[in-house]
């Protein structure tokens, strides 16, 4: 058995070494999922949240993005801004718990880590962000609040 998978490996080096690497990133991600302080959650958990736990969204789309439309009651901070502790607007919900909304819900994970690094105690990322909210016609403001 191992002297056919040694020779599998030797005929298809690449191909094995591409297998490896997939095994090796499942596992990483797997890891860092499990043991992130941030979660993931669905539009109906987000309802949830604004509506019986005064949750803030904080919309980390650009400037012009969120005036096309954002959820209401969204503060508007770039991953940058939040990054360099420019976020004296949303100070006031460390206790509360804040949703990061971005374009798809891949773009939060950062912004919502570098949240929890500056004290912010729930943390969650709106599962397929903004598009997902709004390809179900949720309801979305338009211009600077």
């Known amino acids: 058995m191992l ?16 297998w490896i690497a997939l095994l090796v990133a499942v596992i ?3 890891f860092k999922g499990l043991f992130s302080k941030t979660k993931n959650i669905s539009r109906t958990e987000a309802i949830s949240l604004i509506n019986k736990e005064n949750a803030v969204c904080v919309d980390i789309r650009s400037r012009d993005e969120f005036r096309k439309g ?8 770039t991953p940058s801004e939040i990054k360099s502790n420019n976020i004296a607007e949303l100070e006031k ?3 509360q718990p804040v949703i990061v909304v971005s ?11 570098s949240l929890i690094k500056l004290g912010f105690e729930k943390v969650f990322i709106l599962k397929d962000g903004l598009s997902g909210w709004s390809g179900e016609n949720l309801p979305l403001a338009k211009g600077k609040k």
């Open 28 to 30: 990483v991600l797997t």
């Open 3 to 18: 002297q056919e998978v040694m020779q599998f490996f030797s005929r298809h080096t690449l191909l094995s070494f591409i």
């Open 70 to 77: 954002h959820i209401i009651d969204s503060i508007n901070l």
């Open 93 to 95: 919900y460390k206790s």
């Open 103 to 113: 374009p798809s819900g891949i773009e939060g994970a950062k912004p919502a880590e």
